[in-house]
């Protein structure tokens, strides 16, 4: 493996954990990015089941405190929810700077001029544990966030994302009606 498609793998094993710490959108603008992908053919077969992994993001606390007006959340339902949000923080936060840490690591090893396959090995897997334990988190802490909620605000919050992703559509058009406000691309 030459050295530019190691660099192209450690920029994407870097890219999914931030892409996870996006602030979420009250109006269901993180669906977006999915939407544009698929109009413009890029992505895979495997990609909606790696989208699905995300962990059902519509139900990470921080989103659900933002459409807190629209689901009439309970003061205790706040409560708990702000306390989920906080605690995750506090536990990703932690796992972001393992990661950060074995990542620089691996840089060194990398650019050595005689790189060290074992040092290599080593910190790229603690890297990806440390990134595999960050998403293992998210996952458990909005299903926690979930349940959080009723079965009544869980259809209201499953309705709304689907309108949402019904107004970003316009008659008759197959993609996004544009993206973060901008007009659709066309012709590529």
């Known amino acids: 493996m030459n050295l530019p498609t190691r660099t192209l793998g450690l920029v994407l094993l870097m890219a999914i954990p931030l892409a996870a710490q996006q602030p979420m959108m009250a109006d269901s603008g993180h669906h977006a990015h999915g939407d544009m992908m698929m109009e413009h053919g890029m992505m895979g077969p495997g990609m909606p089941d790696m989208m699905m992994m995300m962990g059902n993001m519509e139900y990470s606390p921080e989103h659900l405190l933002a459409m807190n007006g629209e689901l009439s959340l309970t003061a205790q339902q706040i409560m708990a929810l702000t306390a989920l949000r906080d605690q995750a923080k506090k536990s990703r936060d932690g ?3 393992k990661m950060k840490a074995h ?17 290599i090995r080593t910190h790229f897997l603690a890297a990806h544990d440390a990134m595999g334990q960050a998403h293992l988190a998210m996952l458990i802490t909005n299903a926690r966030a979930k349940a959080i909620l009723t079965d009544a605000q869980r259809a209201q919050l499953s309705q709304m994302h689907k309108m949402g992703m019904m107004n970003r559509r316009g008659p008759g058009r197959a993609g996004p009606a544009g993206w973060r406000g901008r007009p659709a691309m066309r012709g590529f």
């Open 95 to 97: 796992t972001m700077d």
């Open 103 to 119: 990542m620089g690591e691996l840089r060194t090893a990398l650019d050595a001029a005689t790189p060290d396959t074992t040092a």
